[in-house]
């Protein structure tokens, strides 16, 4: 089992910067991959970026450039750097964990075992 716990979400206004984190217990060999989504009301739930314990990360193209993705294997602490920050980067955003990472579908929320509760960020225009 996999307790994954986030935060750092808050108000910013358009163009600053937020540091998510999420920490991870419990079976750390099932936290090999780690993923950030995001959803809106409304809207499927939406892969941001993923990254393995090895480091090799991947993003969707509307955040390229602006998202950083980290793990810290030794805490177990996965992070998400949000820098220039729009409107439409407001959504709850959750923190998942599986065992196998599959960058072909790392978007798939339905192949995550383990999720956070979420924490939500909202950027004003």
């Known amino acids: 089992q996999v307790q994954l716990v986030e935060s750092g979400g808050g108000s910013v206004q358009a163009g600053g910067s937020l540091r998510l984190s999420c920490v991870a217990s419990?079976?750390?060999?099932?936290?090999?991959?780690m993923a950030w989504f995001r959803q809106v009301p409304g809207k499927e739930r939406e892969g941001v970026a993923v990254?393995?314990?090895?480091?090799?990360?991947l993003y969707t193209d509307s955040v390229k450039g602006r998202f950083t993705i980290s793990k810290d294997n030794a805490k177990n602490i996965l992070y998400l750097q949000i820098n220039s920050l729009k409107p439409e980067d407001t959504a709850m955003y959750y923190c998942a964990a599986d065992a196998v990472c599959r960058y072909s579908d790392y978007d798939n929320f339905r192949r995550y075992a383990y999720w956070g509760q979420g924490t939500q960020v909202t950027v004003s225009s």
């Open positions: 990254i393995n314990s090895a480091g090799r990360a």
């Open positions: 419990g079976d750390t060999y099932s936290t090999h991959c």
